[in-house]
């Protein structure tokens, strides 16, 4: 099993930027990518960021690429979100996954947003932009 925690979001204004954490515990060997899925309400689960946890292979979003980062401290098993620019159709609630997933799954990019191929989950984290 693998816990994931993520940190408390946040509410700001257009333009504005936030960070999130998000720390893995466990058995954090059965995990080999994590990623940032968001929900609004009414809305599907998006993946935002997700990246290969053994290596530098990240993927975007298009609607966050160059407003968004990815940065891990493996030392402190820790990814983190930050979120630059933001804009108000980036509130949503914010969920750190991990799973153990074949790499063949994950050579197209709709495999790192596919929320299925995770296996572990946070209990996510609002994110509120306002106009």
């Known amino acids: 099993q693998v816990q994931l925690v993520e940190s408390v979001g946040g509410s700001v204004q257009a333009g504005g930027s936030l960070r999130l954490s998000c720390v893995a515990s466990?058995?954090?060997?059965?995990?080999?990518?994590m990623a940032w899925f968001r929900q609004a309400p009414g809305k599907e689960r998006e993946g935002v960021v997700s990246i290969y946890t053994s290596g530098r292979r990240t993927v975007f979003a298009s609607s966050v690429k160059g407003r968004f980062t990815i940065s891990r401290d493996d030392a402190k098993n820790t990814i983190y979100l930050q979120m630059n620019s933001l804009k108000p159709e980036d509130t949503a609630m914010y969920y750190c996954a991990a799973g153990l997933i074949p790499p063949l799954t994950m050579e197209a990019e709709a495999g790192h947003f596919d929320p299925g191929n995770y296996n572990y989950w946070g209990q996510g984290t609002q994110v509120t932009v306002s106009s």
């Open positions: 466990g058995k954090t060997y059965n995990r080999n990518f």
